[in-house]
């Protein structure tokens, strides 16, 4: 049975995009039945459209987070998703929301490394104050409210090159995100139990 995500995208949702990618190629059989953004004005809803996804956009509008994540659980439920995928969601999601749902979430950098914003400039800094050879990518469970922190689905390594400059290295940072991201999405399912 193909299995359905909802996806949760803040930005400009290059992530969100090559996960709907796989599913219409059939590299997973997977749909992305609803794309939500915290934001209006964001490249990822013009991204969902362009793959005729619907899209939701649910702006804090001075909620606690609390209610919130209480509004947004009741739209995703609407979606009967199989898998919650944050996909540069820039919000804390809170403890009774990820009992609602399975929820992964990818990051930008390897597992206790630079949590939280600009993980990537983060990381290119240390390289260049000679505390760092290499970052990465991740994608754990969000098993709580901590922030890019759970058990991992997937890593994978990314090294500084000699010749990096902050571009280069941030290239190679999403360009391993795309293809991991669809690589976890694809072991999350398989390990919930669903066919991916
Ligand atoms: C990605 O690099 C993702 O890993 C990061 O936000 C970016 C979103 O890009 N997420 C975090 O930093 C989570 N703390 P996208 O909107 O183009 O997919």
């Known amino acids: ?104 979430n990818i990051h930008p950098a390897l597992p206790g490394a630079f949590p939280g914003l600009e993980a990537i400039d983060r990381a290119f800094d240390a390289w260049q104050a000679g505390e760092i050879n290499t970052s990465g990518v991740m994608v754990h469970w969000v098993p709580d409210e901590g922030v890019d922190d759970g058990p991992v689905v997937a890593m994978r390594e990314v090294p500084f090159q000699s010749d990096d400059s902050r571009e280069s290295f941030e290239a190679r940072i999403h360009e391993t995100e795309h293809t991991l991201l669809v690589e976890a999405i694809g072991l999350a399912l398989t390990e919930l139990g669903v066919n991916a």
């Open 1 to 104: 049975m193909t299995s359905r995500l909802v996806v949760l995208v803040s930005g400009n949702g290059t992530n969100m995009d090559a996960v709907a990618s796989a599913c219409a190629s059939g590299v997973l059989d997977a749909d992305v039945v609803c794309v939500v953004s915290n934001h209006p004005a964001v490249g990822a809803i013009d991204r969902a459209e362009r793959h005729g996804i619907p899209v939701e956009v649910v702006p804090a509008g001075g909620r606690t987070r609390a209610m919130y994540d209480g509004v947004l659980a009741h739209i995703i439920e609407s979606y009967e998703p199989d898998l919650v995928v944050l996909a540069g969601w820039m919000r804390i999601v809170t403890r009774s929301f990820v009992t609602r749902f399975p929820v992964i």
